[in-house]
């Protein structure tokens, strides 16, 4: 028991039993070039888009690329606001900023910690451009009313999906049927890349060529630039490594919820709460496992005491957006007058282990640090 870990992360499980064809393709493209945009990034975008069912996906260089692309393809620049969610991680805010335009928070639910839709509508002003819904933690947030809303606003909606690739809302893939989707495929995401690497998906043929334009230093050709761009473009290398991947995606979004599902059982009866699941098993695909204790001090005895038992616990994330100086805009994202829901979860949550291939043995032995903690 002493020297039992249970890791959050165990990227190589991911290559296990079919590494050798993945760094035989390696080997291909590093002996015969194509480094830069290379014809496993088109291939990789095409099976992306298939597998989301849009029209388009362009591969970026990170998940806070994507957001920053497709924030300037809409025209969001200074002066400007974007609405998003209070407990976001903090690339969401960072993307706005980084466009020079005010991040404007909206609180989060207590049941299922998504933005709270009933105060979006107060948000706005004629200073919004856009909002980012974030899919937290993995769980879909409820896209057809969010679009709803920003479509009488006449505010597009861009979808944050770093953490909620294969999710569902009402049935239809998250990132499908906004203005955009923005990916990333960081090492620790359900679909990882050994690195950085990121997307976009649209259905919008315009906005897509602007995101390609974008990407690429603004250029339609060499030595033409039509519109200032940036240096963002999925790594050949990268996306080989995604298209080794995406297969065996729904499987291990799947072994996810399996673990999420023993999670909610055996710790059931234990003074916690849990980020509501969704009225259908595929609106959650748990890149996250949040528990919510009574307290922070519960929280933080909790915390110390899985760290001291080889459990890998995290909170994610202790300072709420508005807290953080380079992203509160001196308050003026705080239209509210406060996040109250945001505050608490960022005192009483932490994450539990959750990987695709997390086994009997890990499971039980974190089941068990947690009830010993409570005994
Ligand atoms: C919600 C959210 N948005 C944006 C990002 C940024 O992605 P990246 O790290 O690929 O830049 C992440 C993850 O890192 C994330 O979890």
Request: aromatic share 6%; charged share 25%.
């Amino acid at each position: 028991m002493g020297d039992f870990t249970v890791p959050k992360y165990r990227y190589p499980a991911q290559f296990e039993g079919r590494e050798r064809e993945l760094l035989k393709r390696i080997e291909e493209v590093l002996l015969r070039g194509g480094y830069v945009l290379g014809e496993e990034v088109a291939e990789f975008e095409t099976r992306l888009a298939a597998y989301l069912g849009t029209g388009h996906a362009i591969g970026v260089n990170s998940g806070t690329d994507a957001l920053i692309l497709t924030l300037d393809a809409l025209g969001v620049g200074p002066g400007d606001e974007v609405v998003t969610v209070a407990n976001t991680f903090h690339a969401t805010a960072q993307a706005v900023a980084r466009r020079g335009a005010v991040p404007v928070y909206v609180d989060c639910r207590d049941d299922d910690f998504l933005m709270d839709l009933d105060q979006l509508p107060a948000a706005f002003t004629e200073r919004t451009r856009a909002v980012i819904l974030v899919h937290m933690f993995g769980r879909a947030a409820d896209v057809p009313r969010a679009r709803e809303i920003c479509r009488d606003a006449g505010v597009p909606l861009v979808e944050d999906c770093a953490q909620a690739i294969g999710a569902r809302s009402a049935g239809v893939r998250v990132g499908t049927v906004s203005a955009a989707g923005c990916w990333s495929f960081a090492p620790s995401k359900n679909l990882a890349a050994a690195g950085d690497a990121g997307a976009v998906s649209t259905g919008d043929e315009e906005l897509a060529e602007r995101l390609r334009l974008l990407r690429h230093f603004g250029q339609p050709a060499q030595n033409q630039h039509e519109i200032l761009g940036y240096n963002s473009r999925l790594d050949t290398l990268q996306a080989l490594v995604l298209l080794h991947k995406l297969d065996r995606l729904d499987a291990w979004n799947a072994a996810r919820a399996e673990v999420a599902a023993a999670y909610h059982a055996r710790l059931a009866h234990l003074p916690l709460r849990f980020q509501a699941p969704g009225a259908a098993p595929d609106e959650h695909v748990y890149h996250l496992f949040q528990v919510r204790a009574a307290s922070e001090s519960v929280r933080d005895g909790l915390l110390a005491h899985l760290v001291a038992s080889g459990v890998d616990a995290v909170v994610r994330y202790p300072v709420p957006l508005h807290r953080q100086p380079a992203l509160s805009s001196g308050g003026r994202g705080n239209r509210s007058g406060g996040f109250p829901v945001a505050e608490e979860l960022a005192r009483q949550t932490l994450c539990l282990p959750v990987r695709p291939d997390l086994d009997e043995a890990e499971l039980g032995h974190v089941c068990e640090a947690v009830e010993r903690y409570f005994r």
